[in-house]
């Protein structure tokens, strides 16, 4: 097959380019340039994008020995993450942009334009399994479940996937970093990239004040109305947040409060006791089902509501507005604008059967 091989300049997508050059295919590898004004170097561990990311991928490429190119999608990731990203939080919603950057950037865009040029595959450095089971693409949890990106692939179609490759979704993250080294790769022991891409300093309030400005509004406590103090915009708080609440006096009882609420339209952000982010039950909204066939009756399954951890035991099912899913164990800090995903467990590993955007927990 003709392979075009997304290279980010990490470990992982180098090793995924290798093992794909391995197998045998014809392999042109890809860095995609997302931002217009990249930095030329990294800040530790965080960010990515940037021109040593670009030549970290180039010099994996040389090493493979296959062609080279880097695409500017800098415009269309303005477009369709970081200005999703800051509307979301205007509107009170908590988004996750790695997911929107897989499925509008990496699964539209960039296979789009490498179908139109005669690729049949994307490969990537992702930590997911994929396979076909009678003509129907199967998503499931990679081996390394500390690492799995199964949750950010979600919103994936089964069109997409049958153009997606996964190599590394069997491997433990040593065993590729070891396997970078054996190759020469000198990206072997390059730290992973963490935060938001397009935020590499971290602070992500900073980020967003730049973008929308002050937006005042008050702290109220949720049980008993009385306002605990000022804020300077709703974006700068997301569900289940404790930290950086900017309440000078303890509750009453003593214990810590979360956010419980956020009310774009009035500026009113509710804080309150942490049994109060409980929910059993989880309606999401633009459901995509990668196998292509929606839920026809309620079933058992896992869900996973944030990138890292946040899964419960549930009965889910379609409606005709999205999904719907009542958990058996509570969950806390469900964030609107978050991803609810559905698994079921399989030895194989876990299948994905369906995704949507939180719209309403209760």
């Not at 109305?225 to 509750?251: C, K, N, S, W, Y």
Request: hydrophobic share 40%; aromatic share 4%.
């Amino acid at each position: 097959m003709r392979v075009l091989a997304a290279m980010s300049g990490g470990v992982d997508s180098a090793v995924a380019a290798a093992r794909a050059v391995d197998a045998g295919h014809d392999v042109v590898g890809v860095h995609l340039a997302l931002s217009a004004k990249p930095g030329t170097l990294r800040n530790g561990a965080r960010g990515c994008c940037t021109i040593e990311d670009s030549r970290d991928a180039r010099r994996a490429a040389d090493m493979l020995g296959i062609p080279f190119y880097v695409w500017d999608f800098a415009e269309r990731f303005t477009e369709e993450v970081i200005e999703n990203f800051v509307g979301e939080y205007a509107a009170g919603r908590t988004p996750n942009p790695c997911l929107m950057c897989n499925e509008k950037i990496k699964f539209e865009a960039l296979l789009e334009k490498a179908i139109a040029l005669g690729f049949d595959a994307v490969c990537t450095g992702h930590y997911a399994r994929l396979s076909i089971q009678d003509d129907v693409p199967v998503l499931r949890r990679s081996r390394d479940e500390g690492k799995d990106q199964s949750y950010v692939l979600a919103s994936l179609t089964p069109e997409q996937l049958r153009h997606s490759m996964f190599p590394l979704g069997d491997s433990l993250k040593s065993e590729v970093r070891e396997e970078a080294a054996e190759r020469g790769l000198a990206v072997a022991k390059k730290p992973d990239s963490h935060d938001i891409c397009f935020i590499p300093d971290g602070d992500t309030r900073k980020f967003l004040e730049k973008k929308l400005g002050q937006r005042p509004g008050k702290l109220v406590d949720a049980e008993t109305g009385a306002v605990l103090g000022e804020h300077t915009g709703v974006h700068g708080f997301t569900v289940g947040q404790r930290r950086g609440l900017g309440i000078d006096r303890p509750a009453p009882d003593g214990r810590p409060r979360y956010v419980l609420s956020l009310e774009p339209v009035s500026g009113t952000v509710k804080v309150g006791p942490a049994e109060r982010l409980q929910v059993s039950e989880i309606q999401a909204k633009r459901p995509i089902w990668p196998s292509g066939r929606p839920l026809a009756e309620p079933t058992e399954c896992v869900v996973q509501v944030r990138a890292h951890g946040g899964t419960a035991e549930a009965v889910a099912e379609a409606t005709d507005t999205g999904i719907r899913a009542q958990l058996r164990q509570p969950l806390r800090g469900v964030a609107p604008g978050q991803a609810i995903v559905l698994y079921r467990p399989e030895e194989a590993g876990d299948l994905v059967l369906g995704s949507g955007i939180i719209s309403a927990a209760s």
